[in-house]
Each structure stands twice: as structure tokens, then as C-alpha cells.
């Protein structure tokens, strides 16, 4: 088995990391600022470089690799991270003609990412035709979820134009319950609460090793406050937004004004616990007593609770979140080791402790690696 190009595009980006036939991460960088003042970091050294579009981007990186001893022709695959697959797209595949269409089909459930993702990977079929290209989709641990848990209360129409809850964080989900086992020396706990903290924040209930319920919905916009996402909100208080602004203004409003932004006037948790102010710690406030109202839901999901796991920038990083969610959830019989959480280590919770916590890295760029490798192995 050859080595695997990860890719992750985005409008203005392509993050890109190899990894080697053991999974170790060779090298990685970024083309940032496609269609401007764009760069090419390869390994923390930057190169100021011109990238009109993502095909001059990947022929960079391309070009870049090559100067580096990598020998593209020698690849096992490139593998794309994309937002979502809709109702069809369920599980990693190889792509196909029929593939790289459906997910077109899925570019108005994700405007904002499906169709770059959809650019890069016709980028690579045509500077590499011969490589093999492989997807995961953020959406598809989420498949799992029953019916009653995906749709929402609205009519059969509705339904069929593509409006349930989909959920997303799915590939970091999936790499948590692959590695938890090994981080902990034990077999996977039967109900776990898995809590993916960062900029974008959700948590998914985890019975016996599937999802079984999660807080995002039909787009990243639902569950907890975020980083400049509101979460959840009264419909109709998106009706009257829409009404006083206009469509266009209220997205703009509820994904990129609201959540910590919107509260403390930060989207960053950590610059909100520089700030201390009256307003920085409402903000950080609202995000964990949110964290703990959702976390209540996914519990019920589930009928109990063996595990939380805390993953994501936030959730690996930021000690005084986790204890402040932990707190909120001590009636369930969580004894927190106060100095295990202040030094950031995995194992969070003491002997005495009814409930296991545990920090998972999220490794999301591997799992996409790992799982094109197990599709070429298929292949």
C-alpha cells in the first residue's frame, strides 16, 4: 500500500497532509488565499505564490510534494474530505463519474463546501487522471441515526426536497470511537457522550460504537452556541430576522455575527477568557450551560451514560470549559481529577468517578487516510 494524499478544500484553501502506509503523517500545508494575496506552506515555511484557482493550487502542492522526494506516481490514492453526502452517500467510496455527480446533487445542502470540495476533486482527475481518489463525508457516521431522530416534525414535501437533520463532525466521531480503545486500554464503552468542541461545536450520543443522535441538524447551524453560530433558535425568530433584514443578512447574521461572537464579542474561547469582562464571560457561560442542556438530550438518546469524551480545539484544550460542562453535569456521578484536567491529560476522571472523561485528539485527517486505504485494499 502507497502513501495517501489527504485533501480538505474549502473556498479560499486547500489543507493537504501525506501519510505513509502506517498511517504517520509524512508531511502537510496549506494553499491559502486562493484568487488573492495567496501562499503555499509546505511544513511551516511559506512561499508567497500565485493561485488563481484550485487547479493552479493542487498544481503547486503537486509541485511542491515532487521538490519534497514524493513521488505522486507512486500514491495509493488522494482522498478528499466533503461536508456532505445527502441521504445517499452513507460510507467512504471510491469516486466515480456517478459519485462526484451525486455529490454535485448535495452542493445546495452545503453551498458553501460542497462545491469546492467537488472543484478539487475534478482538479486531481485532471492534473493526475491515473491516481485513484477516494471521499468520507462529515454526515455519514450519522447515518445510523434512526428515522425519528433525522426528521423533522414538517411535511412529507418538505422531506423529500432534503429537509431532515443530517448531523456533521462525522469523521472526527468515527476516529474517536477508533481510538478510544486504544487510548484507554479497554474495550469501547457501550454509551458514550461525545462532545466535538471548536470554532464549530456539536456533540453526538454514541451507542455501541454508531450514532445514535446528534445535536447539528439539516446544517451546521443547529445544537450549541459556537464560535459565530447561533445554534439552535426559535424558528420564528429566523421568520422575523428575515423580515427586518432580508434572507441574505440573516444567514449572515446567524453564522457569521452570533454564538461567542454575537454574546462576548470574540468568536476565539481563549481570547473571551483574556477579555474578562462582564460580556467575554456570559458568553463563555451560555456555551457550557448549552453544552449541558444538549448533553442532557443526547443522554436520554442513548437511555444512559458510561463515557464523555471530550475532542475538538476547545475540547482538548480548554481546561475551564471542560470543568465548567463537567460541573454541570455532576449529578450523574462524575468525580473530575482537578489536576489530570489542568494539565490537559486523556484520562480526566478519578478512581471514585461513576462516569468515565477522557480527552480524544481529533485526528480526522488519518481516518480519511485510513479509510482509503481500507477502499483500495477493497479495490
Not at 500545508?29 to 508567497?48: C, F, H, K, W, Y
Not at 500565485?50 to 505522486?72: N, Q, T, Y
Not at 475534478?122 to 487522471?129: F, I, K, S, T, W
Request: net charge negative.
Amino acid at each position: 500500500m502507497g502513501d495517501v494524499l489527504v485533501l480538505n478544500s474549502g473556498s479560499s484553501s486547500i489543507k493537504f497532509a501525506l501519510f505513509g502506509a502506517d498511517l504517520s503523517k509524512r508531511t502537510s500545508g496549506s494553499a491559502v488565499e486562493i484568487g488573492g494575496a495567496s501562499s503555499l506552506v509546505l511544513n511551516g515555511t511559506r512561499q508567497d505564490v500565485s493561485l488563481p484557482d484550485h487547479i493552479a493550487a493542487l498544481e503547486a502542492i503537486f509541485r511542491s510534494l515532487e521538490e519534497a522526494g514524493v513521488d505522486l506516481v507512486n500514491l495509493a490514492a488522494a482522498a478528499h474530505r466533503v461536508v456532505h453526502g445527502g441521504r445517499n452517500l452513507r460510507a467512504p467510496c471510491l469516486v466515480t463519474p456517478d459519485i462526484a455527480d451525486e455529490i454535485g446533487r448535495c452542493s445546495p445542502l452545503a453551498p458553501l463546501h460542497n462545491p469546492h470540495n467537488l472543484a478539487a476533486i475534478r482538479a486531481v482527475a485532471e492534473l493526475a487522471p491515473n491516481l485513484p481518489q477516494c471521499v468520507s463525508f462529515d454526515t455519514a457516521f450519522h447515518a445510523s441515526n434512526p428515522d425519528v431522530a433525522r426528521r423533522y416534525a414538517i411535511p412529507d414535501s418538505a422531506v423529500e426536497d432534503g429537509l431532515q437533520r443530517y448531523g456533521f463532525h462525522g469523521i472526527s466521531y468515527e476516529s474517536l470511537v477508533l481510538k478510544l480503545p486504544e487510548l484507554s486500554a479497554n474495550v469501547l464503552p457501550d454509551k458514550i457522550l461525545a462532545m466535538h468542541l471548536g470554532n464549530g461545536a456539536s456533540l453526538c450520543a454514541i451507542g455501541n460504537g454508531r450514532s445514535v443522535a446528534t445535536t447539528m441538524g439539516y446544517s451546521p447551524l443547529e445544537g450549541l452556541t459556537m464560535g459565530t453560530r447561533s445554534g439552535s433558535i426559535d424558528a420564528n425568530v429566523v421568520l422575523k430576522l428575515v423580515a427586518d433584514h432580508g434572507l441574505q443578512r440573516t444567514s449572515e447574521i446567524l453564522n457569521k455575527e452570533s454564538g461567542l461572537l454575537g454574546l462576548g464579542g470574540e468568536s476565539d474561547m481563549r481570547k473571551l477568557h483574556q477579555m474578562g469582562t462582564t460580556k467575554s464571560e456570559f458568553a463563555i457561560d451560555h456555551f457550557c450551560y448549552w453544552a449541558v442542556r444538549h448533553a442532557g438530550s443526547m443522554i436520554a438518546a442513548m437511555g444512559g451514560l458510561d463515557a464523555i469524551v471530550f475532542t475538538g480545539g476547545i475540547g482538548e484544550n480548554d481546561a475551564v470549559v471542560r470543568r465548567k460542562i463537567l460541573e454541570g453535569l455532576a449529578w450523574l456521578g462524575i468525580d473530575l481529577d482537578p489536576n489530570a484536567n489542568a494539565s490537559g491529560a486523556s484520562k480526566l476522571h478519578t478512581p471514585s468517578s461513576k462516569k468515565m472523561v477522557w480527552i480524544v485528539p481529533a485526528e480526522e485527517e488519518e481516518m480519511i487516510a485510513r479509510s482509503a486505504q481500507a477502499i483500495m485494499e477493497e479495490h
